[in-house]
């Protein structure tokens, strides 16, 4: 069995959140799952019951709403999702990603003000970078965010936003000096109820994951006070962005692991309990060798992940790193899942099988976080 594994740097507690996350998401998510897929977006009331379970902002100091844990918390909690089968619920990206870019570089008054609403699920959060004609150049930006006195004027538009539809709250990748290039980009800090001119786009219909909310972001003169400039100085939205990367890379690399391994598990058991030619497919040894193959890799994919988390965890883990894992484990990934699926025959194309979902939700992992061509480029240059 594939979950028999505990890496390194689990302990005790972290093995007791592990099993309470698990059983959140059976109890609470599971049910709901299909028709959040057919529905294109997670119930608004998911947040707050995630709050309401310490699911929220897990690695975010007590002080500030959050559980005090660690990556490690944050690791536990997208892999169970993935062996749950839950797909479309953004903690991910309110949790790990926007989250920590308060706690790293906002100003006290703007992690007191915003970061326990995150936690209890208040506030659901977005960070706003791809634009239509921008996807991994971020330094290509056109929204532009003007000072006018004492407020800033946001123009312009994002696509491809998760959270978009439920987000309250959203981090937007401006340009507040266009003539600097990358040390003119700034992170600015939209609170949707309150944001005249903002505009909400399409729900994306997506090939896979259906259940998250993608959206379309509409910024005409979006007025906001000079106090929600992250940070509260222009020009450092390019190094936070940066500096933030490997967390969230690594945690696509976390969620394929994850996938990887239910994807093998659903098939040893449907090939055990699927018969052909009076053998259970599982028999075949081409099956097993095949089977063997796919845990061999995910052995391999398991071992980097633990290991760069540790090295994260130590604040030791650099970029380039969190960009092999992010490409070779997404690309296994995706050979896994498709390997696995064809186990199951006309019903692997079927939708009603996980496995089927899993190969298109899948197909992303490849391009989001930066696109797989953008990370060996990145690992290229460290040679």
Request: charged share 25%; with cysteine; net charge negative.
């Amino acid at each position: 069995m594939l979950d028999t594994y505990s890496p390194s740097w689990m302990t005790e507690d972290l093995e007791i959140f592990k099993d309470a996350v698990n059983k959140f998401y059976t109890r609470e998510f599971v049910p709901h799952s299909d028709r959040w897929t057919k529905e294109g977006i997670v119930d608004r009331d998911a947040w707050y019951k995630a709050g309401e379970a310490g699911i929220l902002c897990a690695s975010i100091p007590e002080e500030y709403g959050g559980g005090g844990g660690t990556y490690a918390h944050e690791a536990i909690l997208t892999e169970e999702m993935e062996r749950c089968g839950v797909a479309g619920f953004g903690n991910t990206v309110h949790s790990l990603i926007c989250a920590h870019y308060f706690n790293a570089y906002g100003t006290e008054e703007q992690k007191r003000k915003w970061l326990p609403k995150m936690a209890t699920g208040e506030l659901v959060c977005a960070i706003a970078m791809t634009e239509p004609g921008t996807g991994s150049d971020l330094q290509s930006v056109k929204t532009r965010a003007t000072k006018q006195g004492n407020q800033y004027v946001i123009s312009g538009s994002k696509t491809f936003i998760t959270n978009g539809q439920h987000a309250d709250l959203i981090i937007v990748v401006a340009k507040t000096d266009p003539e600097q290039g990358a040390k003119g980009i700034s992170l600015m800090i939209v609170e949707t109820a309150e944001a005249d001119g903002f505009r909400r786009g399409r729900n994306l219909d997506k090939m896979g994951q259906h259940a998250a909310d993608t959206s379309e972001l509409f910024f005409d003169d979006v007025k906001i006070p000079t106090s929600n400039l992250l940070g509260g100085e222009e020009g450092q939205g390019f190094y936070q962005l940066m500096q933030q990367l490997p967390a969230e890379r690594l945690i696509i690399a976390n969620q394929g692991v994850g996938a990887i391994e239910r994807a093998i598990q659903l098939t040893v058991d449907y090939t055990r309990e699927r018969n052909t030619f009076g053998n259970a497919v599982f028999d075949y040894q081409n099956t097993q060798y095949k089977l063997a193959e796919c845990k061999a890799t995910w052995m391999a994919a398991r071992a980097m992940v633990d290991q760069l988390a540790d090295q994260l965890m130590r604040g030791e883990l650099d970029a380039n790193s969190a960009a092999a894992a992010k490409f070779w484990v997404s690309e296994r990934q995706c050979e896994i899942i498709d390997t696995c699926l064809q186990f199951f025959g006309g019903y692997g194309y079927m939708d009603e099988y996980p496995i089927s979902r899993m190969y298109t939700d899948a197909r992303v992992q490849r391009i989001y976080g930066g696109s797989n061509e953008i990370m060996r480029m990145l690992v290229a240059r460290a040679l």
